[in-house]
């Protein structure tokens, strides 16, 4: 016996508006960086030198260090990328 709200999935599934609801879902489960955030992840992206050139130059300004980063740099990544996923996807489909 088949659960009475089998048939609802099914069409939701089928319904052509699945995809731009799932785009939304995609935008919604990105978390905003900040500037200095999006900043870090470039520097990294160069090397350790670039990012800790970044942090030294930047320190009385952003409060940074080398241990917080580290810390936290797997998961601004993660984010970013997800940023650059969700830019890509919506340039295509202009």
Do not use: N
């Not at 599934?13 to 870090?40: E, I």
């Not at 942090?55 to 080398?66: C, E, G, K, P, Y």
């Amino acid at each position: 016996m088949r659960p009475p709200f089998a048939h609802i999935v099914c069409v939701g599934f089928a319904s052509p508006g699945f995809a731009a609801g799932d785009s939304q879902l995609a935008a919604s489960s990105c978390k905003p960086l900040t500037h200095v955030q999006r900043r870090v992840v470039e520097k990294a992206d160069q090397g350790v030198d670039a990012l800790r050139d970044y942090v030294f130059v930047t320190r009385a300004i952003h409060q940074l260090d080398m241990m917080e980063i580290a810390a936290k740099l797997d998961g601004w990544r993660v984010e970013a990328r997800c940023a650059e996923r969700l830019a890509d996807a919506a340039a295509t489909r202009r």
